[in-house]
């Protein structure tokens, strides 16, 4: 075979729809590895997360303030019993010992509405925690599919740049022998040798950033080392098929929105029950008691209002306070909504462009690269082209795969953070 023939081969690799097909297993180091889909890297990074877990747990806070806002009176009352041992002198006689006792009870109430101010405040932070909670779910979610993406399509770059290396390696050694039959020149030899070192070079780089995504994946799931995992080709996914109108609907939508919707709802009910606060609690209270001389016991019950009068203090802290973090609370929302929807607006139009892009890649470079491999190989035949100048055709068909690949992982995740951003499921695992 012809040097320029077995060039043509070595450099030429896989199409586009090959890639999407179910492949050979990588060629894997001494430990087992760990084939792991999707949506089981998915449920391990939710059952793992130590962020999401402990986002988790400060919801058990909020349950408790929720809980004790939810009580009948938001004031305990009060009982208290006294005794009295009384010693009374008597003209000519002992002196007269008596003993008396009383026993109250006394509630204080809040009269301008405080209880409700407070379970409305308990239970929009609540919300806020759960809201907050969901937010962390989708981020650690979409951050661990953004890593499963990024080890896939690591893994089809490297069968390329493996597949390469064996066709060059191939190629080289064929021209050696060539070369040593007087066949080829010394220059042909050097060229398949170097193009095949380069190969070579490239595969190893391929492999060591493979390692560190594997790496990486393995710790973010939690998997004891060393667990080399080896993630399954997904499925391919129908288009993202929304309009505009519907994506800032869904933004409106998103966990970190309701969020700061809710805290400021939280804020706004808290500086009306320091508002409240200004008028005074009202305590009521009953005590009975037995009083006198043990032959002439009185027996007394006792009612009492009483009712701090609001002269001083008038709770300026605590309302001015309220205000700031409402204030605070309600700056923050609307920049939140700003950013989300200037997001989604942004990742949306990428999405766009990237779709556009791919499938220009896909319908018109590969087909033309692959049109000019073959008259490349006729033209070599016919002794029409130099070796360099098919190396360059099919170097290009090469680089446009690669480009190819490229493009597809940055639709990939684009597409993963639209849908993080409307609260779409992603991988399968609702929101």
Known sequence: MHLRMILALAIAVPGVAALAQPQPPLSAPA??????TLQQALRLAEDAEPTLRRKRAE???????RAEASALLFNN???????????VPQSGLPTERRREWGAGLS???EIAGQQGHRRRAAQSVLEAGQAEVADVRRRVLTDTAVQFYRLVYQQRRLRIDEQAVALLDTASSAVQKRKAAGEDTRLDANVA????????????VTREQLADLQADLAAKLQLPPPAIIVAEEPSER????????????????APRLR???TREEAAAARLKLEQASTYPDVTVGVQVGREGAPDARERLTTFSVSIPLPLFKRNDAGIGQARSELEQARIEHQSAMNEQRSQVYSLWTKLQSLSARVERLRTTVLPALQNNEALSAKSQKAGQISVLDLMVVNRQSLDARRDLLEAE???????????????????????
Do not use: W
């Not at 009352?77 to 010693?87: C, K, M």
């Open 31 to 36: 430990q087992d590895p760990r084939r792991l």
């Open 59 to 65: 919801l058990l806070a909020a349950e408790g303030a």
């Open 77 to 87: 009352p009060q009982a208290s019993v006294e005794t009295t041992r009384r010693q």
């Open 107 to 109: 509630q204080t109430l």
């Open 193 to 204: 040798a170097v193009e095949a070192e380069r190969a070579r070079n490239q595969a190893a």
């Open 238 to 253: 129908a288009p993202l098929r929304v309009s505009q109108d519907e994506l800032s609907g869904a933004a409106a939508n």
């Open 259 to 261: 969020a700061v919707a």
């Open 409 to 431: 992982l940055d639709y990939q995740l684009t597409r993963l953070a639209l849908e993080a951003a409307i609260g779409q499921p992603i991988g399968g695992i609702a929101p």
